[in-house]
């Protein structure tokens, strides 16, 4: 199932309910959660956020290795934003955990990426080498002895420094929390399919798509997604496990409360995966890059595309809406769409009518956030166009591209 099919444009379907976040005491508490978010994130996440940036960068200068430290690089400068976005998750942690949840978010995040970029250089083996390096991941939500005061044993380190310093300091990190063994569980069985979506995904050059379908039918199985969404939502589900890691700050948070912030975010992380493959795929297509093995090239009608994240959109937003905490990670959700709707991509042939089409779904939520894009992206391309105009040549930076969130990954950051 080539993406080429996905070229024309066609009459959209668009039966589903309009305004399905209209409630009004949701919009309002929503409304007060973006300001209380914000005040929270520029106060005292983002410093944090800022620091740890730069200290991995340092970290990531001494990899010896020339082709590791180039990759780790240019993931710190193309996809940092990511570690920016996904913090502010941490504003639902109290004060006294929330730097502690920082460090874990930003140093899993840059640990996701990182993986990322390793798992799509060609291997001889892709599935088992993918499944070597990600364990890295699993590993840095396991935390053996959390909470009981016994000594935190870490697993044995690789060859690569900088990999096993992302995963342990995720791992110090939540150590540190009052409900790390609630969600250690949850998280590794997140993290375990995240690197297996991503692995397969990237072999599928090598391998074939079918691989990845009896996988995903697989996983599928006793869930309500499909299993193209159950893979386009583990894919993106480091988002997820950013999730629990702010929720095991509160020491109220059990086990069957991680559960229900894995299923809700599940289906965020479809729309996430989805719009990020469709707002690149005019660009894919002018460049002559387009992936043959996306997640968007899975479907071959734009109307059961379109169904698909409009259909996995309003089943997020019933079910972060439920959670404790509902109206900030419905924020989330909205901060997600909005990222991608307000990207120049939307406007291209098949983005539009689906763009349009999920705006109308979570109006009014969406509007203020969706604003707030508008105008940083607006500002970040005037900055570029100042930046442009005082030098004498050369090219201007691009828009950061983000996976996630509210990959919000692109939310704004209060106590």
Same mark, same amino acid.
Request: aromatic letters at 4%; a neutral charge.
């Given at each position: ?14 039966? !589903? %309910? ?13 409304? !007060? ?13 983002? %410093? ?40 502010? !998750?941490?504003?639902?942690? %109290?004060?006294?955990?929330?730097? =502690? ?14 993986? =990322? ?26 935390? %053996? ?159 059961? !595309? ?36 307000? =990207? ?72």
């Amino acid at each position: 199932m080539g993406s080429s099919t996905l070229h024309g444009s066609s009459t959209l379907d668009d039966r !589903l %309910p309009v305004g399905t976040l209209g409630d009004r005491r949701l919009i309002a508490r929503a409304g !007060l959660a973006l300001v209380l978010a914000n005040v929270r994130y520029w106060t005292s996440v983002a %410093p944090v956020v800022r620091g740890e940036l730069r200290r991995w960068e340092q970290q990531a200068r001494a990899i010896d290795d020339p082709e590791l430290r180039a990759l780790a690089l240019e993931k710190l400068r193309s996809e940092g934003f990511h570690a920016e976005a996904a913090a502010m !998750l941490a504003t639902l942690a %109290p004060r006294a955990h929330r730097r =502690d949840v920082v460090e874990a978010i930003v140093a899993l995040e840059l640990l996701f990426d990182y993986l =990322d970029g390793l798992t799509e250089r060609p291997s001889a083996d892709p599935l088992g080498g993918g499944e070597r390096l990600f364990k890295a991941l699993t590993d840095a939500v396991v935390v %053996p002895g959390a909470g009981t005061g016994k000594k935190l044993e870490l697993s044995p380190q690789s060859d690569d420094g900088y990999l096993d310093g992302l995963s342990r300091a995720v791992v110090l990190a939540l150590a540190r929390l009052p409900a790390a063994l609630a969600i250690t569980e949850v998280a590794q069985r997140i993290a375990a399919r995240s690197g297996q979506a991503q692995t397969r995904m990237h072999a599928a050059s090598q391998l074939g798509t079918a691989q990845v379908e009896e996988w995903a039918r697989e996983e599928a199985g006793g869930t309500e997604l499909e299993w193209r969404e159950l893979l386009a939502g583990s894919a993106s589900s480091v988002l997820v496990v950013h999730a629990l890691i702010a929720a095991a700050a509160d020491p109220r948070t059990t086990q069957e409360q991680a559960g229900e912030i894995e299923s809700a975010y599940l289906s965020t992380c479809t729309v996430l995966t989805l719009l990020d493959g469709l707002v690149d795929h005019e660009q894919d297509r002018f460049s002559g890059d387009e992936s043959l093995h996306g997640y968007i090239s899975l479907y071959e009608d734009p109307q059961e !595309l379109s169904q698909t994240i409009s259909g996995a959109a309003q089943r997020a937003a019933a079910q972060v809406s439920a959670l404790r905490n509902g109206p900030h990670h419905a924020m989330t959700l909205v901060g997600v769409v909005a990222y991608y709707t307000s =990207d120049p991509g939307a406007r291209g042939e098949l983005a539009a009518p689906i763009v349009e089409r999920l705006q109308r779904q979570l109006t009014p939520l969406i509007s203020p956030t969706l604003a707030l894009m508008r105008g940083w992206r607006l500002a970040k391309r005037m900055r570029t166009g100042n930046r442009r105009a005082s030098r004498s040549g050369g090219l201007a930076s691009v828009l950061d591209k983000s996976r996630f969130i509210g990959k919000s990954r692109g939310s704004g950051g209060v106590q």
